[in-house]
């Protein structure tokens, strides 16, 4: 038997637990849930916890093979500006150059002094140079290299336009120049007296006279990239602003940056001989287009081949005497082809056309075209531009083949009796025509058309033979 005293007890024990057991039970599927929640989050973030790649040091390479103009001067700025952003240790650029344009040259300059990464300047492989601007551009590197066998200088201005400079415009173009060189080697602690000697009087030097001068002009001999990233590492530079900095070029990635479709193609375009066979085409297109009026394909071709050259012409030192001697070569060969010199303007004109193409280019050393390459596209341009000529002369003078120019001289039949000065008719290819005789012809007779007055023929026994200057024509 139950105690009733302690019934009351139970039953107000059992009213308190029972809804607590229900309230724990109502929230345990929350509660699993958010357990649950939080481990698979735990799991997800210990299994996606990786730590982070380190950026492998790298450096960026690019080179530089030809003449310095606008295209390089813009191919060496975007390979700084990528080297800057993406964290390179180094900047190493391997030039060979004649030489180029002095305002590219300093916009290069200006570029590599300011950039993040020290610029190193590689003249190589063995056999290679860095003339006129490459040397200034060599100056004015963080760290500047050659490679065994090659050399540098020769750093003296010359007319872009190719005209002589009297002595008095040479001295300050070479006064300022000179300027120029100084301030960079001095800045760069190389030999300021050198520096000015290669503007001034010329003056080159080989790689083993540029390092063991006194201060030397550069900073050491490798033999290729490879070689000079091992002799860089652990080596303590000044920058251009005073700053010091160590390089750590052991174990580096090399990324070689090259040029871009456009610049590719604008860089080939300035290359000298494409330059100038793109201004003979053009020559010849046009030539061909006004001596046959509606071809259009040779116009066209002709005109867009003569743009090119012109862009590539005014990137080029070009000399302004070479450029008029191969307009009044081409001037000639059209004089020859209406004027009967007995050959000649033809001569002339041919003579004229080699020896312009010579001087074009010929401004800055090895920035030319070579002789064979001018002779075969001169000879080659004066031929077919005198047999193309020959042709359409000979196409003008052939008769006419139609209007009423073609009928004087056709032959024809008598229709019907023809007495002078009385009109009767003929049959001529396959028409019908009114026709006067000063003669009397019988009907079948062969004539011929000396005149055409309107609609009315006169003509003549066939058999008779032609006066000269009897036939005419007029309407």
């Not at 080297?83 to 180029?100: F, H, K, N, Y």
């Not at 920058?239 to 090259?258: A, K, N, P, Q, W």
């Not at 003569?306 to 030192?317: H, K, N, R, S, V």
């Not at 396959?430 to 062969?446: F, K, N």
């Amino acid at each position: 038997m139950s105690d009733p005293q302690r019934e009351p007890l139970r039953v107000i024990l059992s009213r308190q637990v029972v809804p607590a057991r229900r309230t724990i039970w109502a929230l345990t599927p929350r509660t699993r849930f958010l357990f649950a929640a939080v481990f698979l989050c735990c799991v997800v973030s210990q299994a996606w916890a990786q730590p982070e790649p380190s950026v492998r040091p790298h450096v960026v390479a690019i080179e530089i093979d030809g003449i310095i103009h606008p295209i390089t001067a813009e191919y060496l700025t975007d390979a700084i500006d990528l080297a800057d952003t993406s964290g390179a240790e180094l900047i190493v650029l391997t030039l060979r150059t004649p030489g180029g344009l002095l305002d590219s040259t300093r916009a290069m300059v200006s570029r590599m002094i300011t950039s993040r990464a020290p610029v190193v300047v590689f003249v190589g492989p063995p056999g290679g140079r860095a003339a006129s601007a490459g040397f200034i551009l060599l100056l004015a590197a963080d760290v500047a290299v050659m490679a065994p066998g090659t050399h540098a200088g020769a750093a003296h201005p010359v007319s872009g336009s190719g005209e002589a400079m009297d002595e008095t415009t040479s001295a300050k173009a070479a006064a300022d120049a000179a300027a120029y060189v100084r301030s960079i080697a001095e800045a760069r602690g190389r030999n300021v007296a050198l520096a000015a000697e290669a503007v001034v009087d010329s003056r080159a030097f080989t790689d083993r006279e540029a390092i063991e001068a006194t201060p030397p002009l550069i900073d050491l001999t490798a033999a290729d990239i490879g070689d000079l990233l091992t002799q860089l590492d652990g080596r303590s530079i000044t920058r251009f602003d005073g700053r010091e900095t160590t390089l750590h070029t052991r174990g580096v990635e090399v990324r070689t940056i090259e040029m871009t479709r456009r610049q590719s193609f604008l860089s080939a375009i300035a290359h000298p001989q494409i330059a100038y066979m793109l201004m003979t085409l053009g020559l010849l297109g046009l030539t061909v287009e006004l001596w046959n009026p509606g071809l259009i394909a040779p116009g066209v071709v002709g005109g867009l081949c003569l743009l090119l050259a012109f862009f590539a012409l005014q990137i080029l030192p070009i000399s302004t005497a070479g450029l008029l001697l191969v307009a009044f070569g081409i001037t000639l060969l059209v004089l020859e082809l209406n004027v009967p010199s007995f050959g000649a303007l033809g001569v002339g004109g041919a003579v004229s056309l080699l020896i312009g193409s010579v001087m074009l280019t010929d401004v800055v050393p090895g920035v030319d075209v070579s002789l064979g390459f001018i002779t075969a596209i001169a000879v080659g341009f004066a031929a077919i531009f005198l047999v193309i000529g020959r042709l359409a002369l000979n196409a003008q003078r052939q008769p006419r083949a139609t209007g009423v120019q073609a009928l004087v001289g056709q032959s024809a039949r008598a229709r019907t009796a023809l007495e002078p000065n009385e009109p009767g008719q003929v049959d001529m290819r396959g028409e019908i025509w009114r026709a006067v005789s000063t003669v009397p012809l019988q009907l079948g007779h062969p004539v011929r058309v000396v005149r055409v007055d309107g609609l009315t023929l006169t003509v003549e026994p066939a058999s008779q033979p032609q006066a000269k200057g009897d036939v005419e024509w007029k309407v």
